[in-house]
């Protein structure tokens, strides 16, 4: 028996554990349940019809639906087994929908000849593959995703007020706060995920050209096209009128797409988290008996932020292959996707661990106060530009360039500034305003501009009278 050490895959190997809550979408087993619910569903929808023979008391009905809702491991052996080797009277398919259609058949061989009635393969591949990708989607990505979102605004709030130096172009810049950082990340990350959930997933239920020939030659008098809609929306996708054989599959392209750009916000901040460990900004919690670098014993490697970098990187690539691919088809249908699309459980399986790992590293991080303050310190010239703004807005023209002649290509200190404070011609009320400028405290709005995480930058007035309120 073949052990998580002898997996080809590290998804199903070293990270077995953390991908998890994708098998029941990615697996195998899983695209046959899903399968064996369209099945079943059409064959009921079918039965609804006043034209067909076909009538299914409630008792059948629920035994039906029980074939896809109790569906186990058993279950999925037999229906591989009809595939590979034949099962009963039936002979191996060779073919993994007819092999569902048949297990559906060995249940209930009395409704043999409506199993599967009128249909394509894509059009029961194209409803299950949704089915999993949304469960994926809503029971294990988003859920993860949030929790980030939520980490981070969480950090920004205890943190909005912890002075910061910014970098611009890798020098350092006008001041900000880590609970600032943390809440841009936070918005973005949220904004993405909004992205995600806005995504509608859409299905075909057209025969083998997209031309419901097969459904219109049994049946000229049904509104065909009515009932591919009722049924499609029944299973919660919006409705695709015009297809080929296959789904054109422009939603998961663009499902892809959103994914990929909450990605790409990750892995901004993977990147940010590392420079900031990098620069002492953040430090680390060190595990219990947890080996840091296998020849420093001092170490504590960013190794959390560098394994969802590297995940996450992966999906990505995975992702804008799987978007690009899945939109082509020669002419009416070729069969290149269908090995494709089984490596989207994989992509999103990067995009997990990539979340997972991210987390974990956020987890594990503390602000170093100490170390941000004296950069701020050792860095003044970072007040010129308050410096410079003050005396444009005093009439001095030529504040920019004196700001400028004090600072630019070396250090100065505080002292160097209230020098020059001490030659201007401004009323003593502005010099005093100037000499109390320190870097720590030359922040701006950056703690009030945390608030907008909730949707506002100032509490409500507590004042009945104030008419802003």
Request: glycine share 6%.
């Amino acid at each position: 028996m073949r052990t998580s050490l002898d997996a080809v895959s590290p998804l199903d190997g070293r990270y077995a554990s953390k991908t998890a809550p994708l098998v029941p979408y990615a697996s195998e087993s899983g695209l046959m349940r899903a399968r064996v619910r369209v099945e079943v569903e059409y064959l009921l929808a079918l039965a609804d019809l006043d034209v067909t023979p076909l009538s299914i008391g409630a008792d059948d009905r629920a035994a039906l639906r029980a074939l896809y809702e109790e569906f186990d491991a058993d279950d999925a052996e037999l229906v591989k087994r009809i595939e590979t080797e034949g099962h009963g009277e039936f002979a191996a398919t060779n073919h993994d929908v007819k092999a569902v259609e048949y297990f559906v058949r060995d249940s209930f061989p009395e409704y043999g000849p409506w199993i599967h009635f009128g249909l394509t393969s894509e059009d029961v591949n194209n409803l299950a593959q949704r089915l999993l990708v949304r469960g994926a989607v809503e029971a294990a990505l988003l859920p993860e995703l949030r929790a980030v979102r939520d980490d981070l605004a969480d950090l920004a709030r205890e943190h909005r007020d912890l002075p910061m130096l910014a970098r611009t172009h890798g020098q350092p810049a006008t001041p900000t706060t880590f609970g600032k950082e943390m809440a841009v990340y936070a918005a973005r990350v949220g904004r993405a995920v909004a992205a995600i959930e806005g995504v509608e997933l859409a299905g075909k239920l057209a025969g083998a050209s997209g031309t419901y020939a097969a459904h219109s030659v049994a049946y000229p008098e049904v509104d065909w096209r009515a009932f591919s809609r009722a049924f499609v929306e029944s299973l919660g996708f919006a409705h695709l009128p015009l297809a080929t054989q296959v789904n054109p599959c422009d939603d998961l392209a663009e499902l892809f797409d959103a994914f990929r750009r909450v990605n790409d916000v990750l892995l901004d901040l993977d990147r940010d988290a590392w420079l900031y460990v990098s620069d002492r900004y953040l430090g680390q919690e060190a595990a219990a008996g947890e080996t840091g670098s296998s020849t420093m014993p001092h170490k504590v490697n960013p190794i959390d932020f560098e394994n969802s970098e590297g995940n996450l990187s992966k999906a990505n690539s995975d992702l804008g292959f799987l978007a690009d691919y899945v939109t082509t088809s020669r002419l009416q249908r070729d069969l290149s996707d269908s090995t494709v699309k089984r490596n989207v459980g994989a992509a999103f399986a990067h995009c997990l661990i990539g979340y997972a790992k991210l987390r974990t590293g956020l987890g594990k991080v503390v602000p170093n106060e100490r170390v941000m303050r004296e950069e701020l310190e050792a860095t003044p010239a970072v007040v010129g530009e308050a410096v410079q703004t003050i005396l444009r807005r005093e009439g001095h023209g030529d504040a920019y360039e004196r700001v400028k002649a004090l600072t630019r290509g070396r250090e100065v200190t505080l002292e160097d500034f209230r020098a020059l404070f001490d030659d201007l011609e401004v009323d003593e009320s502005v010099r005093d305003e100037l000499r109390a400028l320190t870097p720590a405290g030359y922040t701006g709005l950056a703690s009030d501009l945390v608030d907008e995480l909730d949707g506002t930058d100032a509490p409500a007035s507590d004042d009945p009278d104030d008419p802003d309120d």
